[in-house]
């Protein structure tokens, strides 16, 4: 073999080493998480001590909903709230999830920005609600909220903060950027009292001063009909209000991207604006998301059921009948 030869065979074996050794690298690199976006590593000890106040608080959170008095029930959540703080207090907490604090809610937006924990407890025949809004941060950065429902005159309308705060349990969370700020929709429940019940809708965002601020003008609602004239009625909150027994649906719906709520009916005309009473009646409206506000829709669901009015039901064994089959008087 001349000296070329070994040379060109030499120079290709070095290629493929060098090939296979970048390929090698990159590979590594994808199972790699950049140390800027890890996640802070909680210290033993410091897992060993929320580990302990987590069991307090499962048991803690219990009985502020369970128990079956008022005076333990207020007990209870009185403990909670310290009990919380001193656990939020301990370095990187934010990054532990309270898994078996079961009966508080604990909801994250999108960006993992901040997370909000609420719960209720029941005091005679209504409800009081708390909850905590934790930055993402390795020290403590949290704001207590206030509930202040019961002295609010005009819901709909109100701007608050974590002093004048809306209670309720939050559930779902969506996120938006409007003129370059972010913007969060919240999904609320609220049992009001032993006679009703109500989703909310709000918006949050953080103000110059990274404090909270609830509610917003992004909830348009349009009035009306083309002959007798169009009106746009704005709200920075949006409520339903149902009867305790009813179990309406308020949430977003991915295939769709819509949210989707029950239309609410009074169960007669005398009842008509006693919101205590309505029931869901098959109908649903919604809001999509429309650049810079949620737009609402009538009727999301726009087909009805094929003449002569059959329900859908599973194939019959004995072939597909023409019309339902009438029921022996």
């Known amino acids: 073999m001349n000296n070329n030869r070994l040379s060109k065979i030499l120079v290709v074996f070095i ?24 996640k802070p590593t909680i210290q033993k000890s410091d897992l060993r001590r929320l580990r302990q106040l987590e069991d307090s608080l499962k048991l803690l959170s219990y009985l502020t909903l369970n128990d079956s008095t008022d005076e333990g ?35 994250y937006p999108p960006d993992s920005s901040f997370r909000i924990f609420t719960w209720q407890m029941q005091q005679g025949t209504g409800f009081r609600y708390y909850g905590f809004i934790q930055m993402k941060s390795s020290s403590l950065k949290f704001f207590p909220l ?26 779902n969370i969506l996120q938006h950027v409007v003129q370059k700020k972010k913007y969060y929709t919240l999904f609320g429940y609220e049992r009001g009292d032993i006679l009703t019940k109500r989703k909310i809708l709000e918006v949050l965002h953080f ?52 949210i989707i709520f029950d239309h609410l009916v009074p169960p007669n005309e005398k009842a008509r604006d006693a919101y205590f009473t309505y029931v869901q009646d098959g109908t649903y409206e919604g809001f999509k998301w429309a650049n810079t506000h949620w737009r609402w829709i009538e009727k999301v669901f726009t ?27």
Not at 146 to 171: A, E, F
Not at 241 to 251: H, Q, R, S, V
Not at 303 to 327: C, M, Y
Request: charged fraction near 20%; proline fraction near 9%.
């Open 15 to 38: 290629q493929l080493v060098l090939y296979l050794y970048v390929a090698f690298a990159q590979k590594q690199a994808k199972h790699q998480v950049s140390p800027a976006v890890q």
């Open 73 to 107: 029930r207020k007990k209870a959540c009185y403990t909670l709230i310290p009990t919380f703080v001193r656990a939020l207090k301990i370095p990187n907490s934010f990054y532990y999830p309270f898994d078996s604090v079961v009966s508080v809610s604990k909801i």
């Open 146 to 171: 206030v509930d202040k429902s019961d002295t609010m005159m005009h819901h709909t309308q109100s701007i608050l903060n974590k002093n004048s705060w809306y209670g309720c349990l939050y559930y």
């Open 207 to 258: 103000d110059e001063n990274k404090e909270p601020v609830f509610g917003a003008p992004f909830f348009i609602k349009i009035q009306g009909d083309s002959a007798q004239g169009l009106q746009a009625d704005t709200f920075n909150r949006f409520f339903i209000e149902y009867k305790w027994k009813a179990n309406p649906t308020m949430n977003y719906d991915k295939k769709h991207d819509l």
């Open 303 to 329: 087909f009805s059921i094929d003449d002569p009015d059959n329900p859908p039901i599973p194939a019959p064994l004995f072939g597909t009948p023409r019309k339902q089959p009438e029921l022996p008087k």
